[in-house]
C-alpha cells in the first residue's frame, strides 16, 4: 500500500514532482559547481601565476665569493663553482617533481662584438627537449620562463628546428637598436676562447637588463667559455602550497631543527622551502633558495583567491539551501487537504509523516543526480573559459552535495509537516 | 468602498492571512537579491582589491634619468608624481647607488628612503631590523657570507673619488662613516648582493648633490592607466624617463583579467541558478491557489483583474524582497571584503534600484505564467480540482 501510494503520487503528480525535483537538482547544481570550482581554484590560479616567471633560483654554493674575490671574466671551473648540467634531469626526479612546471639552466659570460664593445651573452635553454631518466619527456626553457617578453622582430629561437642550427642568438632591443641588429642578421662574437658567427632569429624587449644582452643555446656559450658542461644558475618555476608557520619555522631555523613528524610533513608538502630542499639533496653543491618577490606574491594572491571563493561558496550553498527548504516547505504545506483527508481515514501521524518524506527523499534523490551532473558541466564551462583548461573531478564533493540537500529537504519538510499534523483534519476539509 | 481601495485590501489581506506562505515568498526572493547584490558588488571591487594584493610584487614603473646629461632629484620626481592620481599611488622609493668600501672590499651601496623600499618592495625578508636611525645599514644576504659579517656588527665605510674622476689638483677626496647592520635582507635576487642605507648617509658620504639614480614605483592601476601616466610624465618632465616594468605590468594585466572573468562567470552562474530558483518557488506558490483563481472566476471577476491582482501580490513581494536584500548583500559583500581584503568595500549606488528591479522582474515574471495558465482553464475544472 505504502509503495502504492508513493508511486501514486508520482504518476499523478507528475507536474508539481517535476517542480521540486527541478528546484532541488537547481540547488544542487549550484553547489556542485561551487564547491568543484572552490577545491580546484587554488591550482588554477597557482598555474596562471607561472606567467611571473620563475620562484626558485639554483646557484653553485661558492660562486659569489669566487667571482667577487677573483673577478672572473668567464673561464676556469673553479670546483664548486658551477652547476653541473648533466644533473638537470635530476630537478624532475624530486619528491614533488609533478609540482615543478619549467625550469631552465643559465650561464653568461662577456664577449666582444664585431665594433669591439663588449656584451653580456646568456646562454640557456629556449624550448629545450628532455628525456627523463623516468622515462617522460619535457619541453621546457625560457619561452614559458620569460612570457612578458614582447618579439619586436623575428620569432622566439626554436632550438628543435634542425634548419636553425645552433648558430643562432636572440638580441634584447637596446643592444638591437644600438649595433644596428635586426632578424636575419648575422652577428659575430668573440671571446678569448674563441669566435662564433650567429644568425639573430629575434629580436626582444623584456623591459629590463636583459634588453641589453644575447640570448643564445647553452651549447653556443659553454664552448665560448670554454666551460663544456657546467652552468651558472638554475632557474625553477614551481607550484607551491603558501607557507604557514611549520614552513617558517623550517626556512628560519632549517629542517634539521622540526620533530621527526613535522619533518615529514614538511617535506612532503609542496612549500617553497621543501622544494628548494629537495632540489639542493639532487644537484651537487647548489643552494636553492625561493625568489621571494614572485613565492610571497604567489602565497598571498593565492590565499586571497581561495578564501574568496571559499566565502562566495558559502553565499551560494546558503542560497541553494533556503532556495530548496523554501519549496519543499511550499510544497508540502499545499498538501494539507491531502493529509487531512489521510487522517480522517485513520492514518497515523508516522505513516503520513513517513509517506511525505519518502515521497520527498526520492524526488531529491533524483533532483540531486541531475544536478550534479548540471554541476559539473557549469564548473567545465568556468575551467574552459576562464583557464582554458578543465576543472578536476573531486570525490568528495559528492557526499557533501547528498548530505546538503538531504539536509535541507528534511529541514524544510518536517517543520511543515509537523505543522500540517497538528491541525484538525474536519477544519482541513472544510477548508478552513 | 473604490476600486483601487479594494485591490488593495485584497492583495494586504491575502499577504496578511496567508502569513506562512509569503514568508517562505518573501525569503525566497530575498535570498535572491541577496546574492544579486552581494555577488554583484564583489565583482565590481574584485578588480581593485586584488590589483592591491598585485602590489605585492613590487614596482611596476621606473623612473630613470632620461639621457647621460639629465639629473633629477626629489623635487623633480615629486613634480612628477603629481601626474598621478593620488589614490593609486601606493608606495615611492628613490635610490641612488654609490661605490663604497668595506673591510677595502669595493662593495655598491644604495642609499634609500625606508619606509620608501617597505612600500615599494614588500617582499623584503629582513632578519633583524629595519634601519631607523642615521648609521644603520641593511646588508644584502650574499654580501654578508663574503663579508663575514652579521647582525649588530659595526664597520667603518669609506668612499673617495674615483680616480680619474678626481679634480685637476690629483687629490682624491676621501670621506668616512660608522655604520652598524640592524639587518640582513633576504629576496633571492640581486637586491643580496649590494648594502642598503638611507640616502641622508650615502649622501653624507658621497657628496649631497641630491641626485638619484633610480625611482621604483608601485601604482595600483591598469596596463593602459600605466602607459597613460608614463607618456605623461615623459612628455612633462623632461629629466625623467619613465619605464614600465614589463615582468610585473605584463603578468598581472594577464592574471588579473583571468580572475576577473572567474568571478564575473561564477557570479554569472550563481545569478542564473539563483533566479530560476526563486522563481521556480514563486511560480509553486501561486500554483497551490489555482482553487482560488477558478473560484473568483466563477464569481465573475475578469481575468485581467485576476492576473492584475495576483501581480500587485507578487510585485509588492518582490519589492519588499528585493530591498531587504540589497541592504543584506552589501552587508554580506562588506564582510567578505573586510575579511578575505581586510579593507571595506565601496558601495555602488545604482546597485539598490537595479537589485530592486530585478527581483520585481523575476518575482512578476514567476507569478505571470501560473496565473495565466489559471486563468485560462474553465473555472469549474479548477474548482472540481481537476
Known amino acids: 500500500m505504502f509503495f502504492r501510494m508513493i508511486r501514486g503520487a508520482f504518476l499523478l503528480q507528475k507536474k508539481k514532482m517535476l517542480m521540486i525535483a527541478l528546484t532541488i537538482a537547481l540547488g544542487a547544481s549550484l553547489a556542485t559547481a561551487m564547491l568543484n570550482v572552490m577545491m580546484d581554484v587554488g591550482d588554477k590560479v597557482n598555474q596562471e601565476l607561472k606567467t611571473y616567471g620563475a620562484n626558485i633560483t639554483v646557484v653553485p654554493k661558492s660562486a659569489s665569493v669566487i667571482n667577487n674575490l677573483y673577478e672572473m671574466e668567464g673561464g676556469g671551473s673553479g670546483e664548486g663553482s658551477y652547476l653541473l648540467e648533466e644533473e638537470l634531469g635530476k630537478i624532475k626526479t624530486i619528491f614533488w617533481a609533478f609540482n615543478i612546471v619549467d625550469f631552465a639552466p643559465f650561464i653568461d659570460t662577456e664577449v666582444t662584438l664585431p665594433d669591439g664593445s663588449a656584451a653580456t651573452m646568456v646562454g640557456t635553454w629556449f624550448n629545450h627537449h628532455m628525456d627523463l631518466p623516468t622515462g617522460e619527456t619535457l619541453d621546457t626553457g625560457i619561452q614559458n620562463l620569460r612570457t612578458w617578453w614582447d618579439i619586436r622582430a623575428g620569432a622566439w629561437l626554436d632550438e628543435q628546428n634542425a634548419a636553425q642550427g645552433a648558430d643562432a642568438c636572440m638580441v634584447g632591443e637596446v643592444l638591437a637598436g644600438r649595433e644596428g641588429l635586426s632578424a636575419g642578421d648575422r652577428l659575430k662574437v668573440s671571446t678569448r676562447f674563441g669566435t662564433r658567427e650567429l644568425t639573430v632569429v629575434g629580436v626582444f624587449d623584456a623591459g629590463g637588463?636583459?634588453?641589453?644582452?644575447?640570448?643564445?643555446?647553452?651549447?653556443?656559450?659553454?664552448?665560448?667559455?670554454?666551460?663544456d658542461g657546467y652552468l651558472t644558475s638554475i632557474e625553477v618555476s614551481a607550484l607551491t602550497t603558501p607557507d604557514n608557520d611549520l614552513a617558517k619555522k623550517a626556512a628560519k631555523q632549517g629542517p634539521q631543527s622540526l620533530s621527526i613528524s613535522d619533518y615529514e610533513t614538511w617535506y612532503?608538502?609542496?612549500?617553497?622551502s621543501s622544494i628548494c630542499f629537495q632540489i639542493q639533496e639532487v644537484i651537487t653543491d647548489s643552494v636553492a633558495s625561493p625568489v621571494r618577490q614572485v613565492a610571497d606574491s604567489e602565497g598571498a594572491i593565492m590565499e586571497k583567491t581561495e578564501l574568496l571563493m571559499e566565502l562566495i561558496t558559502i553565499l551560494s550553498l546558503i542560497g541553494s539551501a533556503l532556495g530548496i527548504t523554501n519549496l519543499v516547505t511550499a510544497s508540502v504545506m499545499e498538501r494539507s487537504a491531502e493529509i487531512g483527508l489521510m487522517k480522517a481515514v485513520g492514518a497515523t501521524n508516522g505513516r503520513i509523516s513517513a509517506l511525505v518524506l519518502?515521497?520527498?527523499?526520492?524526488?531529491?534523490?533524483?533532483?540531486?543526480?541531475?544536478?550534479?551532473?548540471?554541476?559539473?558541466?557549469?564548473?567545465?564551462?568556468?575551467g574552459h573559459t576562464v583557464f582554458a583548461s578543465s576543472i578536476e573531478m573531486k570525490p568528495m564533493v559528492i557526499p557533501i552535495v547528498v548530505v546538503l540537500v538531504v539536509a535541507v529537504t528534511l529541514a524544510g519538510s518536517i517543520p511543515a509537516i509537523r505543522m500540517l499534523l497538528r491541525l484538525r483534519p474536519a477544519e482541513v476539509l472544510h477548508g478552513r | 468602498m473604490t476600486k483601487r481601495r479594494f485591490f488593495f485590501r485584497m492583495i494586504t489581506s491575502s499577504l496578511v492571512r496567508r502569513r506562512s506562505r509569503m514568508l517562505v515568498a518573501l525569503l525566497?526572493?530575498?535570498?535572491?537579491?541577496?546574492?544579486?547584490?552581494?555577488?554583484?558588488?564583489?565583482?565590481?571591487?574584485?578588480?581593485?582589491?586584488?590589483?592591491?594584493?598585485?602590489r605585492n610584487?613590487?614596482?611596476?614603473?621606473?623612473?630613470?634619468?632620461?639621457?647621460?646629461?639629465?639629473?633629477?632629484?626629489?623635487?623633480?620626481?615629486?613634480?612628477?608624481?603629481?601626474?598621478?592620481?593620488?589614490?593609486?599611488l601606493v608606495g615611492v622609493a628613490p635610490y641612488r647607488y654609490e661605490t663604497v668600501l668595506?673591510?677595502?672590499?669595493?662593495?655598491?651601496?644604495?642609499?634609500?628612503?625606508?619606509?620608501?623600499?617597505?612600500?615599494?618592495?614588500?617582499?623584503?625578508?629582513?632578519?633583524?631590523?629595519?634601519?631607523?636611525?642615521?648609521?644603520?645599514?641593511?646588508?644584502g644576504k650574499e654580501e654578508a657570507e663574503f663579508l663575514g659579517l652579521g647582525l649588530g656588527d659595526s664597520f667603518t665605510v669609506i668612499w673617495s673619488t674615483e680616480e680619474d674622476a678626481a679634480d685637476e689638483t690629483g687629490v682624491t677626496e676621501q670621506r668616512t662613516l660608522d655604520m652598524?647592520?640592524?639587518?640582513?635582507?633576504?629576496?633571492?635576487?640581486?637586491?643580496?648582493?649590494?648594502?642598503?642605507?638611507?640616502?641622508?648617509?650615502?649622501?653624507?658620504?658621497?657628496?649631497?648633490?641630491?641626485?638619484?639614480?633610480?625611482?621604483?614605483?608601485?601604482?595600483?592601476?591598469?596596463?593602459?592607466?600605466?602607459?597613460?601616466?608614463?607618456?605623461?610624465?615623459?612628455?612633462a618632465v623632461p629629466d625623467i624617463a619613465p619605464r614600465l616594468v614589463k615582468r610585473v605590468t605584463e603578468s598581472e594585466s594577464t592574471v588579473l583579467s583571468k580572475l576577473r572573468s572567474l568571478v564575473f562567470l561564477v557570479t554569472a552562474v550563481v545569478l542564473i541558478l539563483t533566479m530560476i530558483c526563486v522563481a521556480t518557488t514563486m511560480t509553486a506558490v501561486v500554483t497551490e491557489r489555482r482553487r482560488e483563481i477558478g473560484l473568483r472566476k466563477a464569481l465573475g471577476a475578469s481575468d485581467g483583474g485576476i492576473i492584475r491582482e495576483f501581480m500587485g501580490e507578487g510585485l509588492l513581494l518582490g519589492f519588499v524582497g528585493g530591498l531587504a536584500g540589497a541592504g543584506l548583500g552589501f552587508a554580506f559583500a562588506q564582510y567578505v571584503s573586510i575579511n578575505v581584503f581586510?579593507?571595506?568595500?565601496?558601495?555602488?549606488?545604482?546597485?539598490l534600484p537595479v537589485t530592486v528591479a530585478a527581483s520585481v522582474l523575476v518575482t512578476g515574471l514567476a507569478c505571470l505564467l501560473p496565473v495565466r495558465s489559471a486563468t485560462e482553464i474553465d473555472p469549474a475544472l479548477v474548482l472540481k480540482g481537476e
Open chain 2, 342 to 351: 581586510s579593507s571595506s568595500i565601496s558601495f555602488q549606488g545604482w546597485l
Open chain 2, 28 to 54: 525566497a526572493i530575498a535570498v535572491g537579491a541577496t546574492i544579486l547584490s552581494g555577488l554583484v558588488t564583489i565583482y565590481y571591487d574584485v578588480p581593485r582589491q586584488m590589483g592591491a594584493q598585485f
Open chain 2, 180 to 235: 652598524t647592520v640592524t639587518g640582513i635582507l633576504e629576496t633571492g635576487g640581486s637586491e643580496e648582493a649590494y648594502v642598503y642605507m638611507s640616502l641622508e648617509d650615502l649622501e653624507a658620504l658621497s657628496g649631497g648633490s641630491g641626485r638619484l639614480d633610480v625611482v621604483e614605483l608601485s601604482v595600483s592601476a591598469s596596463r593602459e592607466e600605466l602607459d597613460r601616466f608614463a607618456g605623461l610624465i615623459g612628455t
Open chain 1, 358 to 382: 519518502t515521497e520527498v527523499l526520492i524526488t531529491g534523490i533524483i533532483g540531486t543526480a541531475i544536478g550534479y551532473l548540471a554541476g559539473f558541466g557549469f564548473a567545465q564551462i568556468i
Open chain 2, 102 to 139: 668595506i673591510h677595502e672590499q669595493p662593495i655598491v651601496a644604495a642609499g634609500t628612503d625606508f619606509s620608501g623600499a617597505r612600500t615599494t618592495s614588500p617582499y623584503w625578508y629582513i632578519d633583524g631590523q629595519w634601519p631607523e636611525r642615521s648609521g644603520e645599514m641593511l646588508l
Open chain 2, 57 to 88: 610584487y613590487g614596482a611596476n614603473m621606473i623612473f630613470l634619468a632620461s639621457g647621460n646629461d639629465a639629473r633629477f632629484d626629489m623635487d623633480t620626481v615629486n613634480e612628477a608624481l603629481s601626474y598621478i592620481d593620488g589614490g593609486e
Open chain 1, 268 to 272: 612532503c608538502t609542496a612549500y617553497v
Open chain 1, 209 to 227: 637588463d636583459e634588453d641589453e644582452q644575447i640570448f643564445a643555446p647553452m651549447e653556443v656559450v659553454q664552448s665560448l667559455s670554454n666551460l
